[in-house]
């Protein structure tokens, strides 16, 4: 079966500092792993998407990924955080022979500070 | 192209009581999804579709049913509300070409059940 953990629930940084938020996956073959991002009172949006190719993948709203199988990850980052970008972030993952489906982690809510 | 719209957007129910939430999406999507979302659990599936007259139960099915009567439209039905379904549910549809793409949200509808 399929899991992910995104191991930080909340995380604060300064306007302009540089972010991370972690995502680990379970999964046997090789994933297709995606980014979300939900404002307060929306649905979610895609950021970004890893199926294959260049593990480095980028987004939208200068938001960039990295695969890494050795360590079952897929960390999001963006070089300088905007007041905009407080938001509720979700790493998912799929399956090519699972119906579509993909399974979220429990999201990493992001505060940014003025 | 309105893409994912729900309806309704908010509702309180009283417990015992029926209601059925409706999911549209013009994008010709085969795959549709409905969500719970809960303060620390991320997304849970509850039920999912692989096209028009296809249903499956996903993650948290009691207490839930679902049609897929036309392809743009995925409705869900509680037919005895009970207050621990107060939640936020989602519906999300998706292209099923060759594997788990990109999933589409709508903007939710946020349910409290008394």
């Known amino acids: 079966a399929q899991s992910v953990t995104q191991p930080d629930i909340h995380i604060t940084v300064s306007e302009g500092a540089s972010l991370e938020l972690r995502c680990n996956y379970s999964?046997?073959?090789?994933?297709?792993l995606f980014w979300y991002v939900q404002s307060p009172g929306q649905g979610l949006q895609l950021l970004l998407k890893?199926?294959?190719?260049?593990?480095l993948v980028q987004g939208i709203k200068g938001f960039e990924a990295e695969f890494k199988r050795s360590q079952s990850s897929f960390n999001l980052r963006k070089p300088s955080v905007h007041w905009s970008d407080a938001a509720e972030y979700f790493c998912?993952?799929?399956?090519?022979?699972?119906?579509?489906?993909?399974?979220f982690g429990d999201g990493t809510t992001l505060t940014v500070k003025p | 192209n309105a893409g994912v719209t729900q309806t309704p957007k908010f509702r309180v129910l009283k417990t015992g009581q029926s209601m059925t939430l409706l999911c549209a999406q013009d994008?010709?999507?085969?795959?549709m999804y409905w969500y719970r979302q809960d303060p620390g659990m991320g997304l849970r599936l509850i039920h999912y579709s692989v096209g028009e007259g296809t249903t499956a139960k996903g993650e948290v099915p009691d207490g839930y049913n679902v049609s897929r009567l036309k392809k743009q439209n995925f409705l869900l039905g509680l037919e005895s509300a009970a207050p621990s379904q107060t939640s936020v549910y989602f519906c999300?549809?998706?292209?099923?070409?060759?594997?788990?793409?990109?999933?589409?949200f709508g903007p939710g509808t946020r349910l409290t059940v008394l």
């Open positions: 999964y046997g073959a090789t994933p297709y």
């Open positions: 890893y199926f294959s190719g260049d593990t």
């Open positions: 994008m010709n999507h085969e795959y």
């Open positions: 998912a993952v799929g399956a090519r022979t699972n119906a579509g489906k993909s399974t």
């Open positions: 999300a549809s998706s292209q099923s070409a060759g594997g788990p793409g990109e999933q589409f």
